[in-house]
């Protein structure tokens, strides 16, 4: 099976950092979170950390720009049924990983 879209359960700092690994490899992220905020807070680590590479010339700004265009975002666990692999990083709460899991084999 070939990987090319990448769903992320969670967008704190393993979800984001997985999702900027998987995206600067060139695949397509989808990066979730329970609230818009928390995708977004992920997503602006992302681009502070990429621009950190950019201006220190370890990434090119092509590369920058198309590991950004890689993320989205989405609130919507229902938005992994599309992916070809599914990576949880949500907080160590046991409660809450098995509700996330048993989420995601319904999808």
């Known amino acids: 099976m070939k990987i ?8 704190g700092l393993m ?13 397509k992220v989808k ?4 609230k818009q905020e928390f995708c977004d807070k992920g997503l602006e ?14 990434i090119s700004q092509d590369h920058h720009d198309a590991a950004l265009t890689n993320i989205t975002t989405t ?12 990576v949880e990083a949500v907080f160590e709460d046991l409660e809450v990983k098995r509700d996330v899991f048993g989420k995601l084999d319904q999808i």
């Open 45 to 58: 680590a992302i681009e502070s950390s990429l621009g950190k590479f950019l201006q220190k010339e370890k």
């Open 75 to 86: 609130t919507r666990l229902e938005d992994a049924a599309d992916a070809d692999l599914v």
């Open 15 to 27: 979800g984001n950092g997985i999702s900027q690994v998987s995206a600067q490899a060139g695949y």
């Open 31 to 34: 990066m979730n979170d329970v």
């Open 4 to 11: 090319e879209r990448v769903f992320v359960v969670g967008s």
